[in-house]
């Protein structure tokens, strides 16, 4: 089994900062890339930043500049750190790994349970 444990989601002033994290556990032999999406009430679930074993990163054009995304691969874990925060990205921020659970195996995809971000005076 795989588990992505999310953190660091709470509420914040418009201009603030958030770091949330991931950490990927259970039966993994290696993570291709790992990303965050969120959600917002009555839009759909958008990829905010993804990055590879190899640390490249993209990032969707509204958060450029703004976020970091990082990754300790030793630990599987990969952190946004979100700086500037706008009120349009309150939504529910996921955590997201490509992975294969054992060598050999085609990769798939695994979801944390989400966090949620509210960024409000």
């Known amino acids: 089994q795989v588990q992505l444990v999310e953190s660091g989601g709470g509420l914040v002033q418009p201009g603030g900062s958030l770091r949330l994290s991931c950490a990927a556990s259970?039966?993994?032999?290696?993570?291709?890339?790992m990303a965050w999406y969120r959600q917002a009430p009555g839009k759909q679930r958008e990829l905010v930043a993804a990055?590879?074993?190899?640390?490249?990163?993209n990032y969707r054009n509204s958060v450029t500049g703004r976020f970091t995304i990082s990754r300790d691969n030793a630990n599987n874990t990969v952190y946004l750190q979100m700086n500037f925060l706008k009120p349009e990205d309150t939504a529910v921020y996921y955590c997201?790994?490509?992975?294969?659970?054992?060598?050999?195996?085609?990769?798939?995809?695994?979801w944390g349970q989400g966090t949620q971000v509210t960024v409000s005076s």
């Open positions: 259970g039966s993994i032999f290696s993570i291709n890339a």
């Open positions: 997201n790994a490509v992975l294969r659970v054992r060598r050999l195996s085609p990769v798939d995809n695994y």
């Open positions: 990055i590879t074993s190899s640390s490249i990163t």
